[in-house]
């Protein structure tokens, strides 16, 4: 009995121990602890049974007859293993078309990629072709990634079946990947669209308004040979201005090192502090931090008293004023007149010169005449 009691005290001491530990980090970002893990009302071991609902586009279960009949028109021969969840397709005696393995490895990839199943049948068109856009790997950040596809969908599907009008393809948005069926030209604008999208490059809203422009255009014969470019809105992309990367300027390489910085110890002999007591090293911090405090109360009081000082007034009266303003006029008036007179004095004086120049001209061109006929009657 006593055997039995030790070792069920042990039993309890080491449960104990094992509640007292703490819990184990969680190393990665989505390990963390959910708040729904501990919930009572929640069972965890409870299995919902599947409701039809869930799926819109059917079962492919319940599609495959028609995939098979599809296929057997062409001598095609399929299996849906749903215990290892593998669908397989291959030849027969009765297939004709070399090329129709092909469209049946899309058929299997369109399907597994949930197109319905009478949508997928098409690409068994010689008409028709498929592309797969895998757009998961484009972006990391899964918020950016959610809201690009978003937009590449539209409010109420709304974008994405414009898109579908414009280019003539079936678009469907599946998790990662775009599955896109139509013709070759139809598939290339679906594939730049949807990566515009995913890379921020251009809004869907842009593509559908050249789309629309283009096939306006397609309907002149006498723009057929000619370049579309003129006609084409230009969108100008508007982001916020990034940071520019700091470049920091190469020094010329020395291959000797920089000198060495003073130490403290080294700066205090040179000033003379190592030497100094502790109480004197004290009273000289002490110091130096009240002229620092009396500097800045100076300035502080400076700045207060700035507001209250007064303006210059104007201790000239009405009358005063009214005076000084005429006298103003009238030193100017004299100042005009002055100038007008100076002006006329100018012009008198330079016709008395030319008077007095043409008179002395006329006198010397008389002078030598006399001398002349003096020297004649000699």
């Not at 409701?51 to 586009?57: F, I």
């Not at 013709?183 to 559908?208: A, T």
């Not at 020395?254 to 009273?283: V, W």
Request: glycine share 4%.
């Amino acid at each position: 009995m006593a055997s039995e009691e030790g070792e069920e005290a042990n039993a309890a001491s080491s449960a104990e121990e094992v509640g007292r530990k703490k819990p184990p980090r969680h190393k990665g970002k989505h390990d963390k602890p959910k708040p729904w893990d501990d919930d009572p009302n929640i069972d965890h071991w409870k299995i919902e049974k599947f409701d039809p609902s869930w799926n819109e586009g059917g079962m492919l279960e319940e599609a495959w007859p028609i995939v098979k009949g599809a296929l057997k028109e062409f001598g095609v021969a399929c299996e849906l293993n749903l215990v290892e969840g593998s669908m397989t397709v291959s030849t027969t005696r009765k297939t004709r078309d070399p090329y129709i393995i092909v469209k049946a490895k899309e058929l299997i990839k369109l399907l597994s990629r949930s197109v319905p199943a009478p949508q997928a049948i098409k690409i068994l068109n010689d008409e028709m072709s498929c592309d797969i856009i895998k757009i998961g790997s484009i972006i990391r950040n899964k918020e950016r990634f959610v809201k690009r596809r978003e937009r590449l969908l539209g409010p109420n599907l709304s974008t994405l079946k414009a898109i579908e009008i414009l280019t003539g393809c079936y678009i469907l948005v599946q998790g990662n990947t775009v599955a896109a069926m139509g013709s070759w030209k139809g598939l290339k604008q679906v594939r730049r669209v949807v990566e515009d999208c995913i890379k921020n490059i251009k809004h869907p809203v842009y593509h559908i308004k050249e789309l629309l422009i283009k096939r306006e255009l397609a309907k002149n014969p006498a723009l057929a040979n000619e370049s579309w470019d003129r006609f084409l809105p230009k969108f100008k992309k508007k982001n916020v201005k990034q940071k520019k990367p700091i470049t920091k300027e190469k020094k010329p390489y020395t291959p000797f090192p920089p000198p060495q910085q003073p130490s403290k110890i080294d700066l205090e002999l040179e000033s003379g502090e190592y030497f100094m007591s502790d109480k004197k090293k004290s009273a000289k911090k002490w110091q130096e931090k009240l002229e620092k405090q009396s500097e800045k109360a100076e300035e502080n009081k400076r700045k207060r008293e700035a507001a209250f000082v007064p303006p210059k007034e104007d201790t000239a009266t009405p009358y005063e004023s009214a005076k000084s303003t005429s006298n103003n006029d009238e030193i100017a008036d004299m100042a005009k007149s002055l100038k007008k007179k100076a002006k006329e004095f100018r012009k008198s004086e330079a016709q008395e010169n030319v008077r007095l120049e043409s008179y002395v001209a006329s006198n010397e061109g008389s002078r030598p005449k006399k001398k002349h006929k003096s020297s004649k009657s000699k």
